[in-house]
């Protein structure tokens, strides 16, 4: 995965609904057909940058399996963040595209 992916990827999963942890996972690796595994080692201190950042707000629930857990929702700043990543990586992406395709 390239670097940053995994914040925006955790972004834009949370741009939909609110989740916790194994819930962002799980969301990431089906819609990836299981591409993307994310492991615990690497989602919660992504999770953790993105709090210190502002971009994500957690609080304590009960999960749908009746377990209490750390749920996560994108703030403001996080949507407008969001909008910065999705530009990059596409930015990112035509240009790898571009080099890939000459001969």
Same mark, same amino acid.
């Given at each position: 995965m390239l670097p940053?992916? @995994?914040e925006m990827l955790i @972004?834009?999963? @949370?741009s939909i609904e609110s989740m916790h942890g194994y819930g962002i996972a799980q969301h990431?690796?089906?819609l990836s057909a299981h591409v993307l595994?994310?492991?615990e080692g690497s989602l919660y201190p992504a999770l953790q940058r993105l709090l210190v950042k502002g971009?994500? @707000?957690a609080e304590w629930k009960?999960?749908?399996h009746n377990r209490r857990a750390r749920f996560y929702r994108l703030t403001t700043a996080g949507k407008k963040q969001l909008g910065i990543e999705e530009s990059r990586f596409s930015q990112m992406f035509g240009a790898i595209m571009r080099v890939m395709k000459t001969t």
């Open positions: 940053g992916t @995994l @972004l834009k999963t @949370l990431i690796q089906m595994t994310i492991e971009w994500v @707000l009960i999960s749908a």
